[in-house]
Nanobody
Framework: QERLLESGGGSVQAGGSLRLSCVDS????????VAWFRQTQGKEREPVAR????????RVADSVKGRFAISEDRATDTVYLQMNGLKPEDSGLYIC??????????????????WGQGTQVTVSS
């Protein structure tokens, strides 16, 4: 079900930064487990970062460790993906997804029930 709304994508040069935002467009309460996936042409949806909101626990992919961070603002029920030190290989469609808390860090994309349409990130060298 598509009900999440992403924003913040754009085109930047390598080394630049972007901050992506994800909100639930239909309800004020965002699910406890929220993830960012990256979709590029011809490849499977790749997990980039996840947050288990009830424990404020996060995980990021090894490829972005030290450069990307996922966080939340409980006051606005918004989940962010801060992306620093962007590289051309970071380019893609960044899609926000949400589910209930069980198995947050192990679940495959198929287990996420709520999705957005994504926001495009393009990094030029």
């Amino acid at each position: 079900q598509e009900r999440l709304l992403e924003s913040g994508g754009g085109s930047v040069q390598a080394g630049g930064s972007l901050r992506l935002s994800c909100v639930d467009s239909q309800y004020t309460y965002m699910s406890d487990c929220v993830a960012w996936f990256r979709q590029t042409q011809g490849k499977e949806r790749e997990p980039v970062a996840r947050i288990l909101r009830e424990r404020n626990s996060t995980r990021v992919a090894d490829s972005v460790k030290g450069r990307f961070a996922i966080s939340e603002d409980r006051a606005t029920d918004t989940v962010y993906l801060q992306m620093n030190g962007l590289k051309p290989e970071d380019s893609g469609l960044y899609i926000c997804a949400a589910k209930s808390s069980p198995g947050c860090f192990q679940s495959s994309p198929a287990n996420f029930g709520y999705w957005g349409q994504g926001t495009q990130v393009t990094v030029s060298s």
